[in-house]
């Protein structure tokens, strides 16, 4: 049977019969079908199941996952991976439950291991004495310890380990101020100074970045006045000193703190009491009360190590003001217990 056009009158071709009818072209194999709200759906369903079976690994407790956002179990699960790939399961890690709760409470302050890029691997449980903030609430801050410090204190930081990492074995001593709770600060007006001594270590063979940690303990030291002349005179004496930094007086409350008499020192220089890793900044220190700042004005406080009589390192916040005369420099040194 021919069929003919309607128009033109001519025959229709056979294959011009089997057209579609107008409307949406049908589906190409070679272009991909859109997304749809229900493959979305399917999508986010997948991923919520798959987060949530990582969150039930977690080694916390259920109260605790109840509060964990994605991002935190996201966070807590590389946290964990971190740690699996420098704590092999050959080798124990330094804490966790094998050292128990008891123990723990034992340690005059918190343990922190770091990755060689400042990674965090792993916070003992005890963190909440010091911080005031539990090892789930501390990772809100971040996975970095740079993340947890008070941003004027990573600079710091990022100069000591980076000498730690340079010589493997050497041990560093920094104080840091860390973040805390909301109710630590309220109580305190403030973060935490921290006093964080540790080396890196290769902690399993071959050695490479990946296989070595920096492993520390964070003690509390006394909170770091914004004023210096705040707080007890107990925890603080003077000294007078000419511009080379030559004691020339020191109150008699040095006794106390450093274990010298004052005659002791009278005509010594300030830098023979200082520890090496902390000449830098104490030059710097110097350097800004007797050039840029002038006479009467102070530099900012710095925390430095001073030998003690007994051969020990006392910790200090320094404020140094150069006097009105312009001829004499005085220190008040805070001591941090």
């Given at each position: 049977m021919t069929i003919f056009c309607s128009h033109c009158h001519r025959p229709l071709q056979a294959e011009m019969i089997?057209?579609?009818?107008?409307?949406?072209?049908?589906?190409?194999?070679?272009?991909?079908?859109?997304?749809?709200?229900?493959?979305?759906?399917?999508?986010?369903?997948?991923?919520?199941?798959?987060?949530?079976?990582?969150?039930?690994?977690?080694?916390?407790?259920?109260?605790?996952?109840?509060?964990?956002?994605?991002?935190?179990?996201m966070a807590l699960v590389c946290l964990r991976l971190r740690g699996a790939q420098l704590f092999p399961p050959d080798l124990a890690p330094p804490a966790g439950?094998?050292?128990?709760?008891?123990?723990?409470?034992?340690?005059?302050?918190?343990?922190?291991?770091?990755?060689?890029?400042?990674?965090?691997?792993?916070?003992?449980?005890?963190?909440?004495?010091?911080?005031?903030?539990?090892?789930?609430?501390?990772?809100?801050?971040?996975?970095?310890?740079f993340d947890i410090l008070?941003?004027?204190?990573?600079?710091?930081?990022?100069?000591?380990?980076l000498l730690a990492q340079e010589q493997p074995g050497r041990e560093v001593?920094?104080?840091?101020?860390?973040?805390?709770?909301?109710?630590?600060?309220?109580?305190?007006?403030?973060?935490?100074?921290?006093?964080?001594?540790?080396?890196?270590?290769?902690?399993?063979?071959?050695?490479?970045p990946s296989t070595t940690a920096f492993l520390a303990l964070c003690t509390p030291v006394a909170q770091l006045p914004a004023d210096s002349n705040a707080g007890s005179q107990d925890d603080l004496f003077q000294s007078t000193h000419i511009l080379d930094m030559m004691f020339t007086d020191v109150t008699e409350s040095v006794t106390y703190h450093l274990g010298y008499r004052r005659e002791e020192l009278i005509g010594q220089s300030w830098y023979s009491l200082l520890h090496p890793e902390d000449a830098d900044l104490a030059a710097a220190q110097h350097r800004a009360v007797g050039e840029l700042l002038g006479a009467g004005a102070a530099a900012e406080t710095a925390v430095l190590r001073l030998l003690r009589r007994d051969w020990t390192w006392a910790w200090l916040s320094v404020s140094a003001r150069r006097d009105c005369g312009g001829h004499s420099i005085t220190c008040t040194s805070r001591c941090l217990r």
């Amino acid at each position: 049977m021919t069929i003919f056009c309607s128009h033109c009158h001519r025959p229709l071709q056979a294959e011009m019969i089997c057209l579609p009818r107008r409307g949406k072209p049908a589906p190409s194999a070679s272009k991909p079908f859109r997304s749809t709200k229900s493959a979305s759906k399917a999508r986010r369903d997948q991923i919520n199941a798959e987060l949530q079976a990582l969150r039930s690994l977690l080694p916390i407790s259920a109260r605790e996952k109840e509060r964990l956002s994605y991002l935190h179990t996201m966070a807590l699960v590389c946290l964990r991976l971190r740690g699996a790939q420098l704590f092999p399961p050959d080798l124990a890690p330094p804490a966790g439950p094998a050292l128990g709760t008891e123990l723990l409470s034992l340690l005059p302050g918190f343990l922190l291991v770091l990755s060689a890029n400042g990674k965090l691997v792993y916070i003992s449980e005890n963190v909440d004495q010091v911080l005031g903030l539990s090892v789930v609430e501390l990772l809100a801050q971040g996975d970095s310890v740079f993340d947890i410090l008070d941003g004027r204190a990573c600079e710091d930081a990022r100069k000591n380990l980076l000498l730690a990492q340079e010589q493997p074995g050497r041990e560093v001593m920094f104080v840091s101020e860390m973040r805390t709770s909301k109710a630590f600060r309220l109580q305190h007006g403030g973060n935490r100074a921290v006093a964080v001594r540790g080396r890196f270590t290769t902690l399993c063979w071959p050695a490479s970045p990946s296989t070595t940690a920096f492993l520390a303990l964070c003690t509390p030291v006394a909170q770091l006045p914004a004023d210096s002349n705040a707080g007890s005179q107990d925890d603080l004496f003077q000294s007078t000193h000419i511009l080379d930094m030559m004691f020339t007086d020191v109150t008699e409350s040095v006794t106390y703190h450093l274990g010298y008499r004052r005659e002791e020192l009278i005509g010594q220089s300030w830098y023979s009491l200082l520890h090496p890793e902390d000449a830098d900044l104490a030059a710097a220190q110097h350097r800004a009360v007797g050039e840029l700042l002038g006479a009467g004005a102070a530099a900012e406080t710095a925390v430095l190590r001073l030998l003690r009589r007994d051969w020990t390192w006392a910790w200090l916040s320094v404020s140094a003001r150069r006097d009105c005369g312009g001829h004499s420099i005085t220190c008040t040194s805070r001591c941090l217990r």
